[in-house]
C-alpha cells in the first residue's frame, strides 16, 4: 500500500495571499495543481481596521456569508464573491473580503463542485457534498428535536475526526457553532470562534462516528444539533494519509516544545487548548514562510494578525510540527494542557512512489 494516496495536496487545499482592489478582483490560485475551491474562508491580515472572518462555500452560494466574530454570522451580499473559478474565486468590492489596499489571507478546500447528494445513511435525511478521497464535506440538513437515536450521513466512507456545525436558523447565537474533535471525543463539544474550554453535553449523542454516518441531538429539552425545523451546516473532516491529520498534545511549558507527528509537512494548522480559555489559532506556510512561525490569526477575533515570537513561536517540519513557545501561559503552550489540532499538507512525508519531502 502506498504511503499517500494524495501526492499534491495543493489539489484539494490551497492558502492564497492577496491585496484588496476594492473592485472585482479574480484570484487565482498557485498551487501545483488547479483548485476550484468550495469552502473559500478570507481574512484581512494586514494593518488597517477590524474586519471579521468571511466565510463561503458552493453548497449555499458564493453571496452568502458566514463571519465570525460577531452577533449575526450569518448575511447575504452580491459583493461577496461572485464566483467559485477553475483555479481559484473572484472577490467582489466588499470589504469585507477585497477592501482597497488590504492584505488578505484565503484558505481554501475542495468538496465537489457545489454538486449535492442526497444521502440517507443517517435516520435523518441530509444533503451532502464531499470529496471522500480528501477527507471533506459540507453536510445539510433539517433538525426534528429529537435528542437520542438520530445520525445524519456524512459521504465520507472513513470515520469524521472533526466537525463544526452551525444551526443556520439561529443567527445571533455564536454558542450554535459546535465543535467535534477526536481530541475530545463525543460526551464532549468545543464552540467554535469563541474562547471556551471544553464543555460535556449530548450534542453527538455520546455516540463516536461511524464510517457512514455521525450522531446528533441534545439533553434537558436543548438540541445544539437537532432543533426541530431548524437547519443545520457542518463541514466535516476525515484524517486522510500524507494530506490531513486531527489529533492533540500535552504542552510542557518549554522552548523544547511538544512535536506532533501528522506524517506530512504541513501548510495549516488550528490549534485550540482544551483547558483554558484561549483562542483557536491559525498558522499557514504563506504568511510565515519560514520557521518559526510567529504570526497567528485567531477565529474568535476580528483583529489583524498578531505577530509574538514568545507566544507563538511554531516550527513546520517534515512530517509535523513542533511547539517552540517557552512558558506557562503563552497562548499556545500552558504547561499541562491538552489542545486538539486540526492540520493539512503542503506536502506528504513521503509520495505514493516513495520521495521524501524536504524541511523548510
Do not use: C
Not at 26 to 51: I, M
Amino acid at each position: 500500500m502506498a504511503y499517500t494516496n494524495i501526492d499534491d495536496p495543493s489539489a484539494h487545499h490551497q492558502t492564497k495571499l492577496y491585496t484588496g482592489t476594492g473592485s472585482s478582483l479574480a484570484l487565482t490560485n498557485d498551487g501545483n495543481s488547479d483548485l476550484q475551491p468550495d469552502w473559500v474562508w478570507a481574512k484581512r491580515h494586514s494593518s488597517g481596521g477590524n474586519y471579521s472572518h468571511a466565510v463561503f462555500d458552493s453548497t449555499r452560494g458564493s453571496t452568502k456569508r458566514f463571519y465570525w466574530p460577531g452577533t449575526a454570522q450569518n448575511d447575504t451580499n452580491a459583493q461577496y464573491i461572485t464566483s467559485f473559478d477553475t483555479n481559484g474565486f473572484t472577490a467582489g468590492s466588499d470589504a469585507n473580503i477585497n477592501g482597497s489596499n488590504l492584505g488578505y489571507v484565503a484558505w481554501q478546500w475542495k468538496a465537489n463542485g457545489g454538486t449535492t447528494v442526497t444521502n440517507t445513511d443517517g435516520n435523518i435525511t441530509s444533503s451532502v457534498q464531499a470529496n471522500p478521497d480528501a477527507g471533506f464535506s459540507i453536510v445539510t440538513y433539517a433538525g426534528n428535536g429529537v435528542q437520542t437515536g438520530k445520525t445524519v450521513g456524512h459521504g465520507l466512507n472513513s470515520a469524521p475526526k472533526m466537525i463544526i456545525s452551525k444551526n443556520t436558523n439561529n443567527n445571533s447565537n455564536v454558542l450554535d457553532w459546535r465543535v467535534y474533535h477526536v481530541g475530545v471525543g463525543p460526551t464532549k463539544y468545543m464552540t467554535w470562534a469563541t474562547t471556551q474550554t471544553v464543555n460535556t453535553y449530548n450534542d453527538w449523542d455520546n455516540t463516536a462516528p461511524t464510517t457512514s454516518v455521525y450522531s446528533v441531538g441534545g439533553a434537558g429539552g436543548y438540541t445544539p444539533t437537532n432543533t426541530n425545523n431548524a437547519n443545520y451546516q457542518a463541514f466535516v473532516f476525515a484524517d486522510v494519509q500524507g494530506y490531513s491529520k486531527f489529533g492533540s498534545y500535552i504542552a510542557n511549558a518549554s522552548t523544547n516544545g511538544p512535536f506532533v507527528y501528522t506524517g506530512f509537512k504541513p501548510a495549516f494548522v488550528i490549534i485550540k487548548n482544551t483547558n483554558r480559555t484561549e483562542s483557536w489559532m491559525i498558522f499557514d506556510n504563506k504568511r510565515s514562510s519560514i520557521n518559526p512561525i510567529i504570526s497567528a490569526l485567531k477565529v474568535d477575533s476580528a483583529s489583524p494578525q498578531e505577530t509574538a515570537d514568545g507566544d507563538y513561536r511554531t516550527d513546520f517540519v517534515s512530517n509535523g510540527f513542533k511547539i517552540r513557545a517557552g512558558a506557562t501561559g503563552y497562548a499556545n503552550h500552558t504547561a499541562g494542557n491538552k489542545y486538539i489540532y486540526m492540520a493539512f499538507a503542503e506536502n506528504p512525508f513521503v509520495t505514493s512512489t516513495g520521495v521524501p519531502t524536504t524541511a523548510r
